[in-house]
């Protein structure tokens, strides 16, 4: 596969950028939709499902300043999440083993199937979907996304470097 330099760049139209923009746009307000029901489902409101759901995608327990910074909430906010995941027994306060001062959310072992309904037609239509496209094309789809991804994540954390 050849390197990103290898590729060069390309003009994009006005009218293209503007379909992907608009598709964007509209992927986005749906994904938005998605989770705030699925938080719903679960009891708790999207800012929180989305907080637990970054404390879940690290091998490790967070500090309450540490998804502060990843989510783009203040110190005082995720206070407030993390009582309310804690209250629906979604995360724990632990002690840091190696400095007593720090607290450490840890995520709790609930039934790991007990929320899997919600998502497995996800899953379903993904696959339905990517079906539609061939290897080669997936891997090129998949290129899009993860470049995609790189920059909403650089983005998004650009303003919270300089915190």
Known sequence: MSTSAERGTYPVPPDELARFG???????GLT???HSR?????????TDYKCLDIAMRVDEPLTAGQIAKMS???????TGVIDRLEKHGFVRRVRDP???????VEV??????????????LATGLEDVLTKF????????????RELVDRFRKDAFAELENR
């Open 22 to 28: 608009d598709m964007g746009r509209e992927m986005s």
């Open 32 to 34: 938005v939709l998605f």
């Open 38 to 46: 699925i938080a719903e489902q679960m009891g708790v409101s999207a």
């Open 72 to 78: 783009g909430l203040s110190t005082g906010a995720v």
């Open 98 to 104: 190696h400095d007593r001062r720090k607290v450490l």
């Open 108 to 121: 709790t072992k609930v039934d790991e199937h007990k929320y899997d309904h919600l998502f497995t037609h």
């Open 134 to 145: 061939s290897p080669p094309e997936r891997a090129i789809i998949e290129r899009f996304q």
